[in-house]
RNA sequence: GGUGACGUACCCAAGUGGCUAAGGGGGAGGUCUGCAAAACCUUUAUUCGCCGGUUCGAAUCCGGCCGUCACCUCCA
């Protein structure tokens, strides 16, 4: 009955009971609009939507904040290049990505607070980090955050900062600060930025890249909030480095559950600039792929798990969700009165009982999804020897729709259907083809069946007569 | 060097002390059909990287080894 989600923050399973009854709030972190988002960063969107999905499912009401971020080094360094406003250079990159949760049916969230448009949050913030002691300005106007001022630093990842690899990106910082470790929270402007900087009290600047989401989370969702989320390389140091500012600045603890996504490989990798091997949405779907096996071929693997994908994966996925597909079809030809059997109601209580007990346990997709096979095996199964009857059809659907809020794959997909042929016309073929087959014109029946083939059209032929289904 | 994850059939992937090792894809057989196609049904791992140990009992717990991957200052 309950949920357990696996917290990063204590290493365990727990009990997932939200500050509120009935409430959720929960913070994930949102794309940076230097570029299209990859298929990498939407398996961490589906996963934040699976879980928002299923907590909605279970009765809760959530506000999910996803954050955008509209300025970074990557930004500020690409605007430059291209001599544009930084608004004009990230507007392209935000319509796309607001476009592909829409092509891969993820539920939005209910704010997207963009950073450039909360920078007095920040600075609030920064001043009250520098009034407590847990933050210091260099002299050319940065301001850190001095982690030995915050005890807890590096829990998260069980990290000790004494460990800590100085390597070859700390080198490159050109910062002046007390400990290599230390993270920005303000950097002063530099010529190199050019029109991108804001003058606040702080000085004439912008933001560090962890402020923004310590700021927004807290002002929508309360310093104290239920669920943070982002992927599992955002641990360290991005959610370190939140806690760090949240709590330091208000005594109070920030998330409480925080939901890691494992990465998406492709060929057994990471994928990555430098390796070249960048999958978009947009790639997928040239290449003929339907953006309901994507979004399956993402949701079907725990999220905890790394998920290695390949078309080879969209294949498998595409044909998995043609099982369910067919089934909805026999389904619909399905035209007879009387109530639901005995039978037919169990699989479908048990297919909810399996699907809710795999779900509670911190989102265990696989057997929630093996429910929903199973249960079209079984009813299949019973339906060769008793007829279903629409009563029986009511029910099944109405369970189906019900898992489908959750998974978004079943009713709700983008199937592309052919529409070149009305029914009407196909019907009138179809009779052309019943009236050859009856004069043992095999080959004009063929001709028929071949065209309509070609239009999408798929004949069946059944012992009640032929029927057909568009493709 | 530090931290962590993983290795289950041809492929993807559940199961984490004991009933038949889920489910999907693929393969093989069958039902239906004028022939097909589609669909549906059945079937497909005496065995869980390797070697030891604990236990009445291990894929599951412990130890070692081998292999793959990730994180360690701005990557979801």
Not at 219 to 237: A, C, R, S
Not at 296 to 307: E, G, M, P
């Amino acid at each position: 009955m309950s949920m357990v989600f696996y917290n990063t923050l204590t290493r365990k399973k727990e009990a997932f009971i939200p500050l509120e009854k009935g409430v959720v709030k929960m913070y994930t972190c949102g794309p940076t609009v230097y570029n299209h988002a990859h298929i990498g960063n939407f398996r961490a969107y589906i996963f934040e939507d699976q879980l928002k999905r299923y907590l909605k499912y279970k009765g809760f009401s959530v506000t999910q904040v996803m954050n955008i971020t509209d300025v970074d080094d990557k930004i500020i360094r690409n605007c430059s290049e291209k001599k544009m406003p930084l608004e004009e250079y990230t507007r392209p990159f935000k319509e796309s990505f607001f476009k592909d949760l829409d092509i891969l049916n993820i539920d939005k969230a209910e704010v997207f607070p963009a950073a450039t448009k909360h920078i007095g949050d920040m600075v609030k913030l920064i001043q009250s980090l520098l009034d407590k002691g847990l933050a210091y300005r260099t002299d050319d106007g940065n301001i850190f955050f001095k982690i030995t001022a915050f005890p807890r630093y590096g829990r998260l990842q069980n990290l000790n900062p004494e460990n800590l690899r100085s390597g070859g990106r700390v080198e490159n910082d050109e910062y002046e600060k007390e400990s290599v470790h230390d993270f920005a929270l303000w950097k002063a402007w530099k010529p190199e930025d050019g029109e991108v900087c804001w003058n606040t009290p702080l000085g004439k600047g912008r933001p560090g890249w962890h402020i923004e989401c310590s700021a927004m989370s807290m002002k929508y969702l309360g310093e104290t909030f239920d669920i943070h989320t982002g992927g599992v390389d955002n641990i360290f140091p991005h959610h370190e480095n939140e806690i760090a500012q949240s709590e330091g600045a208000t005594g109070k603890p920030f998330a409480r559950y925080w939901l890691h996504c494992e990465h998406l490989l492709w060929d057994g990798e990471k994928m990555s600039k430098s390796l070249g091997n960048m999958m978009y949405i947009r790639g997928l779907t040239d290449k003929g792929y339907s953006p309901t096996a994507i979004r399956y071929a993402l949701l079907s693997t725990h999220y905890r798990q790394k998920l290695n994908f390949s078309l080879t994966l969209l294949d498998q996925s595409e044909k998995s969700l043609k099982r369910v597909d067919d089934f909805l079809f026999e389904l619909d030809q399905i035209h007879k009165e009387g109530p639901v059997h005995e039978m037919v109601k169990k699989e479908v209580d048990r297919m909810l009982g399996k699907f809710e007990d795999a779900m509670d346990d911190d989102l265990n997709i696989s057997p929630a999804l093996a429910s929903v096979f199973e249960m079209i095996r079984r009813i299949n199964r019973i339906k060769t020897d008793v007829p279903i009857t629409d009563g029986d059809k009511e029910s099944i659907l109405a369970a189906l729709k019900k898992v489908d809020q959750v998974l978004g794959v079943i009713f709700s997909g983008n199937h592309q259907k052919s529409a070149e042929l009305s029914d009407e016309s196909i019907e009138a073929r179809i009779a052309e083809r019943d009236e050859a087959r009856k004069n043992r014109d095999w080959a004009r029946a063929d001709v028929i069946r071949d065209e309509l083939l070609k239009a999408g059209i798929e004949l069946i032929d059944r012992k009640e007569g032929t029927t057909f289904r568009r493709k």
